[in-house]
C-alpha cells in the first residue's frame, strides 16, 4: 500500500496536531535555542519522552548547524530521519515456523481482537493456526475469541472459566503437536490491580511452553492501546521485566493524537513494534512500517 497505507491514514489525528503547531513554529521565526526549544516542546506535546525529545532534537540541532540550513522543509527531512532511525533502532524479529507467540497486556487494550486479526494475518499468509484461550478468568473473553476463531476460521483449544491458564496452553501445545500446526497464538489475561498474581501466572505459561514445546519458536507480544500515550511505555517496562518481550502490536492507532510514546518505545526500551491495529475489523491489521509511521506523524 506504501506509504499513504492504513498507519499513515490512522495517524491523521496526530498528524494534525503535530503539522498545526509545526507551521506556527517557522511561521513565529524564532532563530536558535528558542526554535529548538519549542521543537523540542512539540515533540513532548505528542507523548513523545523528554529524554527522546531531548536525543532527538541535540541531534538535528547538529545536523542542521553542519549543512548551515534552515528552512522548514529541511528540518522536517532531518527530524523524520532520525525518528525513523529511532523506530529502527530495535529489529523486527523474524517469524519461524512451528511457533507460540504469547499476547500479554492490561485490560481493555485489545488483545483478543488482535489474536483474531493476527490469526487471519497468519492464515492470508498460507499457515495454519490454532488459538490457546488461556484468558480463563472470564467465560466472556473465552467467547469472544471463539467468535474470532471462526471469523478467521482457525481452531481454538479452551477450558471452563476460572481454569488454570497454563492448562489451557498445555493442551493447545499437544494439539498443535498433533496437528503440525504452523502457529498458537495464546489470549491471556490483563488484570493489572494483581500484578504480582498477573506476572506469576504469566511466568508459569512462559515456562510451560518452553517445556512443552523447545522445537518451536517463542515470541511473546505486548499488545498497547496507542491512545494512552506515555504510560504505556510504563506497561511495556512492567511486562519486559516480568517475560522478556520480543516485541509490540499496537492497537487504536485509529483513534489517538498522541503517538508520540512508540518512539520512547523503541529508542528506549528498544522492543520493535510489529504490527498496528487500524480499527475493529478482521482485517483492520497491517505490519508495522517506520516510514509511514513517520510520514503520518508530520
Ligand atoms: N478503534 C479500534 N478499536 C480496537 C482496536 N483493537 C481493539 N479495539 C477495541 O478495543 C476493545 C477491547 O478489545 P479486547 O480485544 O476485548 O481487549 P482485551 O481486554 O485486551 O482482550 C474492543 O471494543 C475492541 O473492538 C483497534 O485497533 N482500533
Ligand atoms: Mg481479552
Same mark, same amino acid.
Given at each position: 500500500?506504501?506509504?499513504?497505507?492504513?498507519?499513515?491514514?490512522?495517524?491523521?489525528?496526530?498528524?494534525?496536531?503535530?503539522?498545526? &503547531?509545526?507551521?506556527?513554529?517557522?511561521?513565529?521565526?524564532?532563530?536558535?535555542?528558542?526554535?529548538?526549544?519549542?521543537?523540542?516542546?512539540?515533540?513532548?506535546?505528542?507523548?513523545?519522552?523528554?529524554?527522546?525529545?531531548?536525543?532527538?532534537?541535540?541531534?538535528?540541532?547538529?545536523?542542521?548547524? $553542519?549543512?548551515?540550513?534552515?528552512?522548514?522543509?529541511?528540518?522536517?527531512?532531518?527530524?523524520?530521519?532520525?525518528?525513523?532511525?529511532?523506530?529502527?533502532?530495535?529489529?523486527?524479529?523474524?517469524?519461524?515456523?512451528?511457533?507460540?507467540?504469547?499476547?500479554? $497486556?492490561?485490560?481493555?487494550? $485489545?488483545?483478543?481482537?488482535?489474536?483474531?486479526?493476527?490469526?487471519?494475518?497468519?492464515?492470508?499468509?498460507?499457515?495454519?493456526?490454532?488459538?490457546?484461550?488461556?484468558?480463563?478468568?472470564?467465560?466472556?473473553?473465552?467467547?469472544?475469541?471463539?467468535?474470532?476463531?471462526?471469523?478467521?476460521?482457525?481452531?481454538?483449544?479452551?477450558?471452563?472459566?476460572?481454569?488454570?491458564?497454563?492448562?489451557?496452553?498445555?493442551?493447545?501445545?499437544?494439539?498443535?503437536?498433533? &496437528?503440525?500446526?504452523?502457529?498458537?497464538?495464546?489470549?491471556?489475561?490483563?488484570?493489572?490491580?494483581?500484578?504480582?498474581?498477573?506476572?506469576?501466572?504469566?511466568?508459569?505459561?512462559?515456562?510451560?511452553?518452553?517445556?512443552?514445546?523447545?522445537?518451536?519458536?517463542?515470541?511473546?507480544?505486548?499488545?498497547?492501546?496507542?491512545?494512552?500515550?506515555?504510560?504505556?511505555?510504563?506497561?511495556?517496562?512492567?511486562?519486559?521485566?516480568?517475560?522478556?518481550?520480543? $516485541?509490540?502490536?499496537?492497537?487504536?492507532?485509529?483513534?489517538?493524537? &498522541?503517538?508520540?510514546?512508540?518512539?520512547?518505545?523503541?529508542?528506549?526500551?528498544?522492543?520493535?513494534?510489529?504490527?498496528?491495529?487500524?480499527?475493529?475489523?478482521?482485517?483492520?491489521?497491517?505490519?508495522?512500517?517506520?516510514?509511514?509511521?513517520?510520514?503520518?506523524?508530520?
Amino acid at each position: 500500500m506504501g506509504i499513504f497505507g492504513k498507519i499513515f491514514q490512522a495517524l491523521k489525528k496526530t498528524k494534525d496536531n503535530v503539522s498545526a &503547531k509545526m507551521r506556527l513554529l517557522f511561521a513565529k521565526n524564532k532563530l536558535g535555542d528558542e526554535f529548538y526549544d519549542e521543537l523540542e516542546e512539540i515533540l513532548i506535546s505528542s507523548d513523545v519522552s523528554v529524554r527522546t525529545a531531548e536525543e532527538v532534537v541535540e541531534q538535528v540541532k547538529e545536523e542542521a548547524i $553542519g549543512n548551515k540550513v534552515k528552512d522548514q522543509q529541511f528540518v522536517t527531512d532531518l527530524l523524520k530521519d532520525i525518528l525513523e532511525d529511532t523506530l529502527n533502532a530495535a529489529d523486527i524479529p523474524e517469524i519461524t515456523y512451528p511457533c507460540v507467540i504469547m499476547f500479554v $497486556g492490561v485490560n481493555g487494550v $485489545g488483545k483478543t481482537t488482535t489474536i483474531g486479526k493476527v490469526a487471519n494475518w497468519f492464515v492470508s499468509q498460507g499457515k495454519s493456526v490454532t488459538v490457546a484461550a488461556a484468558d480463563t478468568f472470564r467465560a466472556a473473553a473465552g467467547d469472544q475469541l471463539a467468535v474470532w476463531a471462526e471469523r478467521a476460521k482457525v481452531r481454538i483449544v479452551r477450558h471452563e472459566e476460572g481454569s488454570d491458564p497454563s492448562a489451557v496452553i498445555f493442551d493447545a501445545v499437544a494439539s498443535a503437536k498433533a &496437528k503440525k500446526t504452523d502457529v498458537v497464538l495464546v489470549d491471556t489475561a490483563g488484570r493489572l490491580h494483581v500484578k504480582e498474581n498477573l506476572m506469576n501466572e504469566l511466568k508459569k505459561m512462559d515456562r510451560v511452553v518452553t517445556r512443552e514445546y523447545p522445537e518451536a519458536a517463542f515470541y511473546k507480544f505486548l499488545v498497547l492501546d496507542a491512545t494512552t500515550g506515555q504510560n504505556a511505555v510504563n506497561q511495556a517496562r512492567v511486562f519486559d521485566e516480568a517475560v522478556e518481550l520480543d $516485541g509490540i502490536v499496537l492497537t487504536k492507532l485509529d483513534g489517538t493524537a &498522541k503517538g508520540g510514546f512508540v518512539f520512547s518505545l523503541c529508542g528506549e526500551l528498544g522492543i520493535p513494534v510489529v504490527f498496528a491495529g487500524v480499527g475493529e475489523k478482521m482485517d483492520d491489521l497491517v505490519p508495522f512500517d517506520a516510514e509511514q509511521f513517520v510520514e503520518g506523524f508530520f
